[in-house]
């Protein structure tokens, strides 16, 4: 079965880091497009950051430029999102997805607070 | 970033026929076409159409997709009282090198 497992969420105060992960099964993650979405409280969907496949090229939103990092673990089939100089702004239901947008994790939330 | 637009809201009875839509531009949908995604409040997003209008295995066939020129349409046949739920749109543009997605339209069954 082809699936897709969040973790790494957490609560913590502005200006800190966590480390969001993705673990795939079912099928090889490093063959596909892979990206990071998330969704405010209340509110719609926002794409955050996408790897293409083997990692050579990695793309982020405005908003997170120089603070989130993207990449993955082919030995692990994992990908990972790195997450630094956390605002208020930032919290929100993080989702990973294979970048056909096929297939969706059931996402992990952060919350930045003081 | 811009991103697509879809109305807000949609209503219609049961057993009807809804039409969403979406409207990009030449270099998001009108190049690589628009997935489609169903969300029901506090569970994840689900695709119903990807890709060319491909739909996913274990999607109802009361879903379809469609594209002309910039804008992509999803049409729900014989809508049920599950059908009613958040319904969102992306696409890759090839010239800004971003996913945009649409803000979402929620659709409510009569």
């Known amino acids: 079965e082809v699936q897709l497992v969040e973790s790494g969420g957490g609560s913590v105060q502005p200006g800190g880091s966590l480390r969001l992960s993705c673990a795939a099964s079912g099928f090889t993650l490093s063959a596909y497009w892979m990206s990071w979405v998330r969704q405010a409280p209340g509110k719609g969907l926002e794409w955050v950051a996408t790897i293409k496949e083997g990692g050579s090229d990695k793309y982020y939103v405005d908003s997170v430029k120089g603070r989130f990092t993207i990449s993955t673990d082919n030995a692990k089939n994992l990908m990972s999102l790195q997450i630094n100089s956390l605002r208020a702004e930032d919290t929100a239901v993080y989702y990973c997805?294979?970048?056909?947008?096929?297939?969706w994790g059931q996402g992990t939330t952060v919350t930045v607070s003081s | 970033q811009a991103g697509l637009t879809q109305p807000p809201s949609v209503s219609k009875g049961l057993r009807q026929t809804a039409t969403l839509t979406c409207t990009g531009n030449d270099n998001n949908i009108g190049n690589q076409g628009a997935v489609w995604l169903q969300q029901h409040q506090g569970h994840p997003p689900k695709a119903l159409s990807y890709r060319n209008n491909n739909r996913p295995s274990g999607i109802s066939e009361r879903f379809s997709a469609s594209r002309s020129g910039s804008t992509a349409s999803l049409t729900i046949t014989g809508l049920q009282p599950e059908d009613e739920a958040d319904y969102y749109c992306s696409a890759w543009d090839t010239i800004l090198t971003v996913w945009v997605f649409g803000g979402g339209t929620k659709l409510t069954v009569l």
């Open positions: 997805a294979r970048s056909t947008m096929d297939v």
